[in-house]
């Protein structure tokens, strides 16, 4: 049994036994009723927990789609409505909300989970029950494997290795990077694509250092990094622990180029890091330089909605995720004059150049992953993400 198979396996067996246990519960006006003209997804993240801020991000996305959405209708006229289940991204949670959701025949896709880890626990119990899991963040190259009914969003870690080692190396002419990351699924798949894609470029690996969740202190790794002398330091973060991890090593006199995958990418980056994260380059998934009228008009939403500069990472895929789920409800809905799960995972697997805010358009590859997904390097300056130029 292959290392991948072993791990499907352990997760289906985590959400078997977990069925019994209360998962935290969207409020009672979530609740799904008996409305006729009104579909209804699934949204199971975290909406408490150490991981609340991408769930708020989520929700500021989903918002403002639904809005554009239900102005006009989908299916006939209906409304799109999301029942919110909070997993706080734990495995176990994840299984027995997705347990709750299949049963639920009110419910005609979902979107989950936040990390790697959460979306392969439940994947095997939507997949058993023909009901989509669209997965908005994870970027594990291996996410989608246990079975049709998974689809991701974000470009997998294989493409940011790709766009990072080509930064790292052909940008910045690095002859030594090292790595530190998240001790997770996401943050490994970040660190052995990179190493693998930096070692064909003939780099020096100086250092690989990882470290857990719920650690905020950085010191001992970024010591051992030190010592190597890296011209890159490549991150396997999410901003929260990707701006501690720069303003300490700034702190211990570390002068090396910061460059991190797109997780990275949100203006609470400079909220959490400050000054020390000026001069960071990361990769964002849309383009900020030459946006397309889906972004623009995402962005100035967004913007005025919440008062904020721009959108995140985190945002920009949950409004598109809901998009491309109204998309295929509405072309089964054409095709069959009813809307069913199978119909929407079908239409899904089809979608071709839709027009998008997290990529300028979408095209599902075979295995339900982007097709030809495009990354932009973006810089970190005085509290703006600004197009990256050499």
């Keep these: 049994m292959n290392t991948f198979v072993k791990k499907i396996a352990g997760l289906l067996s985590v959400g078997v036994l977990s069925i019994g246990l209360l998962a935290g519960c969207g409020s009672?006006?979530?609740?799904?009723?008996?409305?006729?003209?009104?579909?209804y997804l699934g949204a199971a993240g975290p909406f408490t927990g150490d991981n609340a801020e991408y769930g708020t991000e989520w929700k500021k996305g989903f918002d403002i789609a639904l809005e554009e959405i239900n102005a006009k209708g989908v299916a006939g006229g209906k409304?799109?409505?999301?029942?919110?289940?909070?997993?706080?991204?734990?495995?176990?949670?994840?299984?027995?909300?997705?347990?709750?959701?299949?049963?639920?025949?009110?419910i005609y896709a979902v979107f989950c989970d936040f990390t790697t880890n959460s979306t392969w626990s439940a994947a095997p119990i939507y997949q058993k029950a023909?009901?989509?899991?669209?997965?908005?963040?994870?970027?594990?190259?291996?996410?989608?494997?246990?079975?049709?009914?998974?689809?991701?969003?974000?470009?997998?870690?294989?493409?940011?290795?790709?766009?990072?080692?080509?930064?790292?190396?052909?940008?910045?002419?690095a002859k030594k990077i090292a790595v530190i990351y998240l001790n997770t699924d996401f943050g490994k798949a970040v660190k052995d694509n990179v190493v693998t894609a930096a070692k064909a470029k003939g780099v020096e690996i100086a250092g690989e250092e990882s470290y857990l969740p719920t650690d905020k202190?950085?010191?001992?790794?970024?010591?051992?990094?030190?010592?190597?002398?890296?011209?890159?330091?490549?991150?396997g973060s999410y901003y929260t622990d990707g701006a501690l991890i720069v303003k300490?090593?700034?702190?211990?006199?570390?002068?090396?180029?910061?460059?991190?995958?797109?997780?990275v990418h949100s203006p609470a980056l400079f909220q959490l890091g400050g000054s020390a994260v000026n001069g960071l380059i990361t990769m964002s998934v849309f383009n900020v330089s030459n946006p397309g009228e889906t972004l623009k008009?995402?962005?100035?939403?967004?913007?005025?909605?919440?008062?904020?500069?721009?959108?995140?990472?985190?945002?920009?895929q949950a409004y598109d995720a809901i998009r491309l789920i109204a998309n295929a409800i509405n072309k089964t809905y054409e095709k069959n004059k009813k809307v069913t799960r199978q119909g929407i995972r079908d239409e899904l697997a089809s979608t071709k150049d839709f027009p998008a805010a997290s990529q300028d358009s979408i095209t599902y590859s075979a295995n339900r992953q982007l097709e030809n997904a495009k990354l932009y390097p973006i810089i970190a300056k005085d509290g703006k993400f600004l197009p990256y130029k050499k």
């Design 130 to 173: 023909g009901l989509v899991q669209l997965a908005p963040n994870p970027s594990h190259p291996q996410l989608t494997k246990p079975g049709n009914y998974i689809f991701q969003l974000c470009p997998t870690q294989a493409d940011q290795a790709k766009a990072l080692s080509t930064l790292a190396v052909d940008e910045l002419k």
């Design 79 to 106: 409304k799109l409505q999301i029942i919110y289940e909070d997993t706080q991204s734990d495995p176990k949670q994840s299984a027995t909300v997705a347990q709750k959701f299949v049963k639920n025949d009110k």
């Design 248 to 263: 300490q090593a700034r702190d211990l006199g570390i002068n090396a180029q910061f460059i991190a995958s797109s997780s």
């Design 217 to 235: 202190d950085f010191k001992a790794q970024l010591t051992k990094i030190k010592t190597g002398n890296p011209e890159v330091i490549v991150l």
């Design 297 to 316: 008009n995402f962005s100035a939403k967004y913007s005025s909605k919440y008062k904020a500069n721009e959108p995140d990472t985190f945002a920009t």
């Design 28 to 39: 009672g006006s979530d609740k799904a009723s008996k409305d006729d003209n009104i579909i």
